[in-house]
């Protein structure tokens, strides 16, 4: 079954903790986007990779950090930088993303439901 | 940079009863995605648009992308309460409307 799987569904952390957030798809897609969601205002990109060992810094990016050293992963490190941690966040992954031009359909994961407390 | 925004925020319908939900970008856009997201769920892809003035439909779904690529429309006719979610539209630039909320009484 082809798909993009994120673990675990719910998380929960005290303040000042980092915490990773795992994403993982068998899609062979080369793009991988990560996505915070807040109730009333979208999706709002974090970060996104159009290639392996490369990313690309999104709208709010401040306080979390990524990395890309497999095709297949793009983990999520919330930082405790990040003061307002609390959020849906989803994973996503489409053929391609250039920048420019056209983009691709993107396939979503079931997502992470973080809270920090 | 590219600003969209959708509305309505949030629509309640009767069963039956049409819905429409708009979104505007302030820039030209390449292409328009539309996107449906159950309550608790994730977001599913529904269609992509690429040229201007283009119309798709999908059973009870139209979809349409201005003449100036820098709008968009998703129609439903006909409302059945399995379209009850929220709806977005995606922009080339990675950037989501805020969503439509559409709940359908039976």
């Known amino acids: 079954d082809g798909g993009i799987t994120q673990s675990p569904k719910y998380l929960f952390r005290k303040e000042g903790q980092n915490v990773t957030l795992s994403c993982e798809q068998n899609?062979?897609?080369?793009?991988m986007y990560w996505y915070r969601q807040d109730p009333g205002q979208g999706l709002r990109l974090i970060y996104y990779?159009?290639?392996?060992?490369?990313?690309q810094k999104g709208d709010i990016a401040e306080g979390y950090s990524v990395s890309r050293e497999k095709k297949e992963s793009f983990p999520l490190t919330v930082t405790s930088a990040q003061k307002n941690p609390t959020a849906f966040y989803l994973c996503?992954?489409?053929?391609?993303?250039?920048?420019?031009?056209?983009?691709?359909?993107?396939?979503f994961g079931p997502g992470t439901r973080l809270t920090v407390t | 940079g590219q600003q969209v925004m959708q509305i309505p925020q949030y629509q309640h319908v009767q069963e039956g009863e049409d819905f429409t939900t708009y979104c505007n970008s302030s820039?030209?856009?390449?292409?328009i995605q539309w996107y449906k997201q159950r309550p608790g769920g994730h977001p599913v892809f529904l269609i992509q648009?690429?040229?201007?003035?283009e119309v798709k439909k999908q059973k009870r779904l139209t979809f349409q992308f201005g003449e100036a690529k820098k709008n968009s429309s998703l129609h439903i006719t006909a409302t059945q309460t399995t379209d009850v979610g929220t709806y977005f539209c995606?922009?080339?630039?990675?950037?989501f409307g805020t969503g439509t909320r559409l709940q359908v009484f039976p």
């Open positions: 996503a992954s489409s053929f391609f993303y250039s920048g420019t031009g056209i983009t691709y359909e993107q396939y």
């Open positions: 899609l062979n897609h080369d793009a």
């Open positions: 990779s159009q290639i392996v060992n490369d990313f």
């Open positions: 820039t030209t856009l390449s292409n």
């Open positions: 648009l690429v040229k201007s003035g």
């Open positions: 995606g922009t080339d630039k990675l950037i």
